[in-house]
């Protein structure tokens, strides 16, 4: 036995209760009361300690062509950020490139990812063109390749439209993959651009009202319905509005098998933030909506109608951020030249975790969304998600007690800001275990460039609401 975790709580998607844990070959392979050291045993005192599988963030944005520039986080920055946090595994977007068949899109994108990731990895292909029926026909050797998992934009220049979108459900249907959207109505958006901008309406605010809830709630229901039309399961990311919510809990309430993720940043902020002086920091797609969408967005993780919590973390520097006032070629600038994303993929399990240590979930009700439902979602609960005698050494020990203040000078990152700075958490994740190896202790990354190893999933069938 290579490791032994002592006396700790175990707390999974279930239940909770005191038990070791035993690793082997870097995974678990016991898990009872007073289990037995040999001599070569590390063995660790969790006493006190809420022992969790790692999360599983199933949405990242690491490296990121976007808005003229890329996300400041590359695959190293971005996985050892998430070791810090608890997150043992990541899914990042890959953008497909006009005419790119989506089997070299994964090669192209994990020769970036392979030398740099410090935790497990695996993907999702963002779908940017099926103008053929090879290009089409290129999804099932991707679901062959282990990256079941394919997303379509709705807005954005490299969005698609519904006719494509469409094909890709029906393929989808037809190769055990599943098919997740960035839902928000792109026509509708690009005419309130215009129109603010002529009226001479730059600021950041006008990115939310230009985004604003039936903008982006319009899309869920379309997305919904061309699902149903399809006759497959969809998965709807970062859910940020009460419309939405509602179209997802009546499709599911219908019996179909529709899933949603929403993120830390939709269940803390609101669109005031787009009122604060650095309200361009807080750009992002979608952006936070107001009180009535936070307060359904919580009501459907108490639910069940959302299925899981994921980061959308695609950060830039306030440099960047800023050229929503001066462009990078020195014109002035307004919303639209303000690269979206923010930083999330060190924060989320630890925000999560802290509202069920303020009694807003339960730990169990975390776990299931930040980590069993993600690897049953996407294929991998065969490896991951879990504690359970056979899967990955995927370990995070927690402190309840533990009083923590985000600052941007306390991530590992490389980005220079974050949205959570001076939010005050109750209790912190304490260590961090990938596969078995020690990635993060109080504070300090202890992990490794390169020994985050891509993660093939299985094909994804999901017929259902149910996981
Ligand atoms: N939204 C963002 O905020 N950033 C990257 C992509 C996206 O959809
Ligand atoms: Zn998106
Ligand atoms: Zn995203």
């Known amino acids: 036995m290579d490791l032994l975790i002592k006396g700790g709580t175990l707390v999974t998607a279930q239940s909770t209760f005191k038990a070791d844990i035993a690793v082997v070959n870097g995974k678990i392979s016991a898990i009872g009361k007073n289990l037995k050291a040999d001599k070569n045993t590390e063995v660790i005192d969790a006493k006190g300690k809420l022992v969790l599988p790692g999360a599983i963030d199933g949405h990242t944005h690491l490296a990121m062509p976007f808005g003229g520039t890329i996300s400041t986080d590359d695959y190293y920055a971005g996985t050892r950020s998430a070791a810090c946090g608890g997150t043992t595994t990541v899914f990042d977007f890959i953008l497909q490139a006009k005419g790119e068949p989506m089997q070299d899109a994964i090669k192209r994108r994990d020769a970036l990812a392979a030398p740099d990731a410090a935790v497990d990895y695996s993907f999702h292909i963002g779908v940017t063109d099926v103008s053929t029926d090879e290009l089409l026909d290129s999804m099932e050797e991707a679901v062959q390749a282990g990256i079941p998992s394919f997303k379509v934009f709705m807005v954005y220049d490299f969005g698609v439209d519904d006719g494509s979108f469409y094909?890709?459900?029906?393929?989808?249907?037809?190769?055990?993959?599943?098919?997740?959207?960035?839902?928000?109505?792109?026509?509708?958006?690009?005419?309130l651009i215009k129109q603010f901008l002529a009226e001479g309406k730059t600021e950041a605010w006008w990115h939310y009202v230009s985004k604003k809830e039936d903008v982006e709630g319009e899309a869920d229901v379309r997305a919904i319905n061309l699902a149903k039309m399809a006759g497959t399961s969809l998965y709807i990311v970062h859910l940020a509005n009460k419309q939405g919510v509602e179209a997802v809990k009546e499709a599911r309430d219908q019996g179909y098998p529709i899933f949603a993720e929403t993120c830390p940043q939709y269940l803390y902020f609101t669109?005031?933030?787009?009122?604060?002086?650095?309200?361009?920091?807080?750009?992002?797609?979608?952006?936070?909506?107001?009180?009535?969408?936070?307060?359904?967005?919580?009501?459907?993780?108490?639910?069940?109608?959302?299925?899981?919590?994921?980061?959308?973390?695609?950060?830039?520097?306030?440099?960047?951020?800023?050229?929503?006032?001066?462009?990078?070629?020195?014109?002035?600038?307004?919303?639209?030249?303000?690269?979206?994303?923010?930083?999330?993929?060190?924060?989320?399990?630890?925000?999560?975790?802290?509202?069920?240590?303020?009694?807003?979930?339960?730990?169990?009700?975390?776990?299931?969304?930040?980590?069993?439902?993600?690897?049953?979602?996407?294929?991998?609960?065969?490896?991951?998600?879990?504690?359970?005698?056979?899967?990955?050494?995927?370990?995070?020990?927690?402190?309840?007690?533990?009083?923590?203040?985000?600052?941007?000078?306390?991530?590992?990152?490389?980005?220079?800001?974050?949205?959570?700075?001076?939010?005050?958490?109750?209790g912190y994740p304490v260590a961090t275990y990938s596969r078995g190896r020690l990635v993060y202790k109080e504070g300090e990354f202890l992990g490794k460039r390169g020994e985050g190893k891509l993660i093939k999933c299985k094909p994804i069938k999901l017929t259902t609401p149910e996981l």
């Open 167 to 191: 094909r890709v459900l029906q393929k989808a249907a037809g190769i055990g993959a599943l098919v997740g959207v960035h839902a928000e109505n792109r026509e509708v958006n690009n005419v």
């Open 271 to 426: 669109s005031e933030v787009y009122k604060r002086e650095r309200a361009r920091d807080f750009v992002c797609s979608p952006p936070m909506k107001g009180k009535a969408s936070q307060e359904a967005l919580w009501e459907a993780i108490k639910s069940g109608d959302i299925a899981t919590v994921a980061t959308d973390h695609c950060p830039f520097t306030r440099a960047e951020k800023d050229w929503g006032i001066v462009t990078k070629d020195g014109k002035p600038g307004n919303f639209t030249t303000i690269p979206n994303g923010c930083a999330g993929i060190e924060t989320m399990y630890p925000y999560m975790l802290s509202e069920a240590n303020k009694g807003r979930i339960t730990f169990n009700k975390v776990v299931e969304l930040c980590a069993t439902n993600p690897a049953k979602l996407f294929g991998l609960d065969h490896q991951k998600g879990a504690l359970q005698v056979g899967l990955d050494a995927d370990i995070v020990l927690y402190d309840k007690k533990k009083e923590f203040t985000i600052t941007n000078s306390a991530m590992h990152g490389d980005t220079d800001h974050t949205i959570w700075e001076g939010v005050s958490l109750k």
